[in-house]
């Protein structure tokens, strides 16, 4: 069973950065990809960005391009959002979740974590 823990949200000024967390455990990750996802309050979830685990290809939602990078650490079985220049409308709660590769829908999701950035 995917076991998936976030952490490292936190409150942020506007323009600041925040690293989150991503540690996995339960399977051998080589065939997933890893996603970060966001909701903010009143809001559905909006995906961020995520990573084929193995070969390392990426992929944003446009409104994070130039500032979020996701990436992994294979030794740890972590994923990490690096996420630079926050804006306020960035505060949400941020989820990290797996699926397998070719699998169109992502089965397992961590608890999220809080994210808030003031102005």
């Keep these: 069973q995917v076991h998936l823990v976030e952490s490292g949200g936190g ?3 506007a323009g600041g950065s925040l ?3 991503c540690a996995a455990s339960g399977r051998t ?3 997933y990809v890893m996603g970060w996802f966001r909701q903010a309050p009143g809001k559905e979830r909006e995906f961020v960005a995520r990573i084929i685990w193995s070969g390392g290809s990426t992929y944003y939602a446009d409104f994070v391009k130039g500032r979020f990078t ?3 650490d294979n030794a740890k079985n972590t ?3 690096q996420m ?3 804006k306020p409308e960035d505060t949400a709660v941020y989820y ?3 699926r397998l590769y070719g699998s169109t829908s992502y089965a397992d999701w961590g608890q999220g974590t809080q994210v808030t950035v003031s102005s």
């Design 11 to 13: 409150l942020v000024q």
């Design 19 to 21: 690293r989150l967390s």
């Design 29 to 31: 990750f080589s065939n």
């Design 70 to 72: 996701i990436s992994r």
């Design 79 to 81: 994923v990490y959002l």
């Design 84 to 86: 630079n220049s926050l």
């Design 96 to 98: 990290c979740a797996a």
